[in-house]
């Protein structure tokens, strides 16, 4: 009977489905993909260039009136290794990162960024104008292999393989995302 079944469900074409992921689990696949390095993301350089580098750190994600919002701890240096000190322009400040999350090649992107700091100087005007670019640009949370992870549990006496993923919209609600995804999950 459990064959007949698994059968059935082979036969049926893909439809879309839903997916709704709480902000506390998107903020685990966050630090998982991107937040790897200590905890944290780097935008410019890595934890071995003393003074030139930028990263993120501590994020947490919530909704601001439709639009996902990301408030992180910013640190960064942008400045001249001299004699082993560094000469020019840093600064660690708390900002906040709103956009409107697009499926972009079946992953989660980001359009309409804008980004606001707990403080303003040039070199944080500077910070919010390039970090506001890269990630319109390059952000990206990958979802197929979450989904993967979720449905090709193994069971006993049959095996499944997700055959197809797409991730056609993404929708807000106060806490969590909903993504709508058109599968096919192969049953063998």
């Known amino acids: 009977m459990r064959h007949l079944a698994a059968l059935i469900l ?6 879309a489905s839903e997916l709704e992921l709480r ?9 998982d993909q991107l937040f790897t390095q200590e905890g944290r993301h780097y935008v410019r350089g890595n934890r071995t260039t003393k003074c030139q580098f930028a990263y993120l750190e501590s994020p947490r994600i919530d909704n601001d009136n439709g639009k996902l919002r990301i408030a ?6 942008s400045a001249l290794d001299l004699f082993g000190g560094c000469v020019g322009l840093g600064d660690s400040f708390n900002l906040t990162i709103t956009a409107t999350p697009i499926p972009r090649k079946d992953a989660i992107a980001l359009s309409d960024v804008k980004i606001t700091a707990t403080k303003d100087n040039y070199y944080i005007r500077r910070v919010r104008q390039a970090m506001s670019q890269s990630m ?6 990958e979802i197929r292999d979450q989904a993967r992870r979720l449905l090709e549990q193994a069971h006993e006496g049959y095996k499944q393989e997700l055959a197809s993923f797409t ?10 995302l909903i993504l709508a995804i058109d599968f096919r999950l192969l049953v063998k």
């Open 10 to 15: 082979c036969a049926i074409p893909s439809l």
């Open 23 to 31: 902000f506390t689990a998107l903020e685990h696949i966050l630090a």
């Open 136 to 141: 319109a640009r390059d952000f990206k949370l």
């Open 167 to 176: 991730l056609t919209e993404i929708r807000l609600t106060p806490d969590s």
């Open 72 to 77: 992180a701890r910013f640190s960064g240096r």
